[in-house]
Each structure stands twice: as structure tokens, then as C-alpha cells.
């Protein structure tokens, strides 16, 4: 079945800095491959995704390329905010099956 | 568009009592799933269903869970008896006809004492 790993956390970094954040997927035929975010007290909230390979998602500064050569969709922003604090999740589906999410890495950026 | 909403978003309840989590979907989603998220962990689903018809339940614990979805719109989850490990948080998401993204909902906190 498919399956999501993703880099685990928590990853603390400095307000403007750089952000990576890992996820490689498992998954037969073409599945699309999402990135959801969930601030403290609240439900996921999509944030990007990506419906086939070569694509980039992009969504508040943040970005994703579908990579089905590495089976990878590595979360970039190229300067955190505060605000950004939060849980990610990699998540990987197709129409006909369910989702299926990765652990989930929390951010913290320092002011 | 209104979201997914879910009620209540907090509930405490002591072993063995039973509980239910109430889910409307964003209108004209026909596809309504249920998912358990236990703390530090991604969700999983419990329930998946197509209009009123529960078409993936594989995962539901079906000796204390139970869910309907009897006019195809709005849901409702069910725990009974509760237990002490089914503390988690409880979340409802849909998805409209062949599109593949899930919307959630703020999901219920159930803390079992």
C-alpha cells in the first residue's frame, strides 16, 4: 500500500532562515501528493499539492515539486516567518483510495 | 464557502460512557471521511463515505464504533462504551466528486478519564 515518511521533528530555526522539510513517498500508479498544515487548536489545512510528476505546488512562499524519480515532495520556503509555526504533514492519495499522511513535523521559528 | 463543521470541539467523558461527534461536510461534497489523530501522529482514517453508503470501514473498530450518514449529507460518529485510549482527536473531512483534495474540519477533542 502507499505509504509517507517524513523527517521528523521538531525543526527550530531563526525568523528569515531557509526551510526543508523531507518527505518521501511510497505508492502504485499516480497518486497526487499534498503538503497540509495545522496551527495549534486547529484542523489540517491544505497547503499545497501537486496531481503529476514535474509539478510544482506553491502556496504562501512555500513550494513542492512532484519528483517521481526520488518518490520525494520536499517542502522549501526560502524565509520563515514566525506565523509559520506549526505541524506539517506530507500526504500521499489517489481518487479511488484514501489518504494517507506522515507523521507530521513540527516548526518552530525563534524571533 | 463554509468549511467542514464539527461539534463539539471538546468533550470529556469518563470511561465507559458513550459519545458522539457530529460532521457537516462543505455542500455539494458527496465523499465524507472520518479520521482519528492521535497526539504526535498524522491522521488515520476510520471511515470513508461515498453519498449515505459507507464504502471503506475497514478500520473502524466496529464492537464500540459506529457511524451513518443517512442523507448523504450530514454524519455522525459514535463511541460506546469509551475507553481510556480512544482519547485522541476525532476529525471530519470532504471531498467533492472526482476532484482528489480533502477539506477538514477543526476537529473534536475527546479526552476519556
Known amino acids: 500500500g502507499n505509504s509517507v515518511t517524513q523527517m521528523e521533528g521538531p525543526v527550530t530555526l531563526s525568523e528569515e532562515a531557509f526551510l526543508t522539510i523531507n518527505c518521501t513517498y511510497t505508492a502504485t500508479g499516480y497518486p497526487s501528493l499534498f503538503w497540509y498544515v495545522q496551527y495549534p487548536g486547529e484542523g489540517l489545512q491544505l497547503l499545497l499539492k501537486?496531481?503529476?510528476?514535474?509539478d510544482k505546488g506553491s502556496n504562501k512562499g512555500f513550494e513542492a515539486t512532484y519528483r517521481k524519480e526520488t518518490t520525494s515532495f520536499h517542502l522549501e520556503k526560502g524565509s520563515v516567518q514566525v506565523s509559520d509555526s506549526a505541524v506539517y504533514f506530507c500526504?500521499?492519495?489517489?481518487?479511488?483510495?484514501?489518504?494517507?499522511f506522515g507523521k507530521g513535523t513540527r516548526l518552530h521559528i525563534l524571533p | 464557502e463554509a468549511g467542514v463543521v464539527q461539534s463539539p470541539r471538546y468533550k470529556i467523558i469518563e470511561k465507559k460512557q458513550p459519545v458522539a461527534f457530529w460532521c457537516n461536510p462543505i455542500?455539494?461534497?458527496?465523499?465524507l471521511y472520518w479520521y482519528l489523530q492521535n497526539l504526535g501522529q498524522g491522521p488515520e482514517l476510520l471511515i470513508r463515505y461515498e453519498n449515505e453508503e459507507a464504502v471503506d470501514d475497514s478500520q473502524l473498530p466496529k464492537d464500540r464504533f459506529s457511524a451513518e450518514r443517512l442523507k448523504g449529507v450530514d454524519s455522525t460518529l459514535k463511541i460506546q462504551p469509551a475507553e481510556l485510549g480512544d482519547s485522541a482527536v476525532y476529525l471530519c473531512?470532504?471531498?467533492?466528486?472526482?476532484?482528489?483534495?480533502?477539506?477538514f474540519g477543526p476537529g473534536t477533542r475527546l479526552t476519556v478519564l
Open positions: 455542500s455539494g461534497h458527496n465523499t
Open positions: 501537486a496531481t503529476k510528476a514535474d
Open positions: 473531512a470532504s471531498l467533492r466528486g472526482s476532484t482528489d483534495t480533502q477539506y
Open positions: 500526504a500521499v492519495a489517489r481518487r479511488d483510495d484514501k489518504i494517507i
